[in-house]
């Protein structure tokens, strides 16, 4: 298969201006659904971010997907980040992301349509990457060894592409074990729960 025909859109070497700017459009336009998985998730809790998110969140329905501070995966995964990674630290991590994309969550339900709200969903397992699913366009990004997140390449696809369909499917993965967390799933451990204030209270 050609570059042509995979349905590349964009490709950044790591995270920058430039693929922030181009998330940051994608997020404004979005007219269906924003779908976000990865380690931390720290970008989207900035003050100048999430703003947008809350914005998007009372028209479309936008969900998080976040390791769970206190699982014995992301211990483990952080064993393979950096000294310089930001986010080892439970409470810093809860403090600083967890609770302003929990809050903002609450402010959202209080004025949102029927079908439409922000979520935020906590999992249990390792993650090798992190997928940013707007609409039916995908940007992933790796978790190498002795790297951060935001020194991945990100390549970004677009609808109706083979590979969009395969990380569409993992998306739809996390929304199944979310709704109903089905076998052999459920016996292997693996969970997909809503955050909710007794997480945040733990690692205050």
Known sequence: ????????YGIWPRTTSESQRDLVTRIRNARSRI??????????ARDEILPVFE???????????????????RKDRYRLE???????????????V???????????????????GLKIWTYNFQCSFGVEEVDDAYRVMLYGH???????PILGFGEGSEFAAFFAGQVRWL?????????????KGLAVRPLIEDTLLQNQ
């Open 1 to 8: 298969m050609s570059v042509q025909n995979s349905g590349l």
């Open 175 to 187: 929304e199944r074990l979310a709704a109903e967390n089905p076998e052999p799933w459920q016996s």
């Open 98 to 116: 967890l609770r302003p994309l929990f809050d903002a969550a609450k402010r959202v339900s209080l004025d949102c349509n029927p079908n439409a």
């Open 146 to 152: 002795g790297k951060r997140g935001t020194e991945s």
């Open 82 to 96: 950096p000294p310089e990674a930001a986010m080892e630290d439970p409470r810093r991590y809860t403090r600083e």
């Open 35 to 44: 779908n976000f998985f990865g380690l931390t998730r720290n970008f989207y």
């Open 55 to 73: 914005e998007k969140g009372r028209t479309i329905p936008v969900n998080f997907y976040v390791m769970d501070p206190n699982c014995a995966s």
